[in-house]
């Protein structure tokens, strides 16, 4: 049964078993994800709809347990005709959402209310919640000197990026969306090596790019400007802001090449100044070696502190995971 527990296991099954336990029993609702790494991020959803009647239970099909590509597709297959008010599908929202069922996958996504789906591009998104950047830096370096706004850095560089993000979901709304690919526009909107001194000039070198690719794509499809302008409209009414752009870019290009690198150069320089205060401090040098030794081995490592990061919990696509949720129960 285990092994093959996709083959013969759905919504009305489950219920079924349900109806035969104890009427003092909880009520269990199986959430199948894309990957182990999902599984936390989905459990903080779940958990806040557990109680003496119900609870939840966050797995992957076995099938996809040893799969590294594909695994949204390969879920979608196994369980699109199986899902329901005891089984539910919880899924990264990638494009899908945003192109509003111009793929059988994105109408699946968007009309099956028990598949379930993040809004944000993906779980990285939201793990890169701008307003919690900070505590992100608190919580690796124990330091809580605000050297830079990192909230204000990713709003500036959503709204300059959000021009050519119309752009791109307007190709992945047609069928020549290998034209301009999500590969793409992640590559014109990379931000290189950050340091803060210099972050007004790569905010300015991602302006420089991403313009130029639009007057291409402006003079390449002049009769265009309408169908860009009713997309953006969309986007805009779908949640996506010019301030919030970063949340629905790839989120491996967000977490791996633009957050990741800009909170590594922060919190070295906020680990170098705890040291030096360390130092300063200690009466003399084996208070000093004891005091640095303990506060070496209590630095976190960033990537690992982004992905425990639950502050996206105060975000707008989790709150409307949540109401969806609320609408299954």
């Known amino acids: 049964m285990a092994k093959h527990l996709y083959d013969n296991l759905n919504s009305a099954y489950i219920e079924a078993a349900n109806r035969m336990k104890p009427k003092t029993a909880r009520r269990r609702i199986v959430a199948y994800v894309e990957s182990y790494d999902d599984v936390f991020f989905w459990r903080s959803v779940f958990s806040r709809f557990e109680d003496e009647t119900r609870y939840f239970e966050v797995m992957l099909p076995s099938r996809m347990e040893r799969l590294d590509r594909g695994k949204k597709a390969v879920m979608m297959r196994l369980l699109t005709d199986k899902v329901g008010r005891n089984m539910l599908a919880c899924v990264d929202a990638d494009y899908d959402f945003l192109i509003q069922g111009k793929t059988a996958v994105s109408q699946e996504i968007i009309n099956n209310p028990y598949i379930l789906h993040t ?16 505590d992100v830096c608190v919580a690796v370096t124990l330091n809580d000197h605000a050297i830079f ?8 560089f959503s709204q300059i990026i959000f021009p050519l993000f119309v752009w791109s979901i307007w190709f992945y709304r047609t069928p020549n969306y290998n034209e301009f690919s999500i590969t793409d526009f992640s590559r014109i909107i990379e931000t290189g090596n950050f340091s803060i001194e210099h972050a007004p000039t790569i905010l300015q070198n991602v302006k420089r790019k991403v ?10 499809h002049p009769d265009a400007k309408e169908s860009y302008l009713k997309v953006k409209e969309d986007l805009l009414k779908l949640g996506v ?16 090449k633009v ?24 009466v003399h040098s084996a208070q000093r070696r004891n005091e640095l030794s303990c506060y070496t081995k209590s630095i976190e490592d960033i990537p690992s502190m982004l992905r425990k990061n639950i502050s996206y919990v105060r975000s707008e696509p989790f709150r409307r995971i949540l109401a969806d949720v609320e609408r299954i129960l």
């Open 211 to 220: 313009w130029n690719k639009i007057h291409q794509l402006q003079r390449e």
């Open 149 to 156: 706004d990192t909230y204000e850095f990713l709003k500036e």
């Open 119 to 134: 809004y944000a591009y993906a779980i990285e998104n939201l793990q890169c919640y701008a307003p919690s950047l900070h």
């Open 241 to 256: 802001t010019p301030e919030t752009t970063y949340l629905y870019i790839q989120g491996h290009h967000l977490f791996n």
């Open 259 to 282: 957050v990741v690198p800009m909170l590594k150069k922060l919190c070295s320089i906020l680990v170098r100044e705890r040291e030096s205060e360390i130092s300063r401090q200690s």
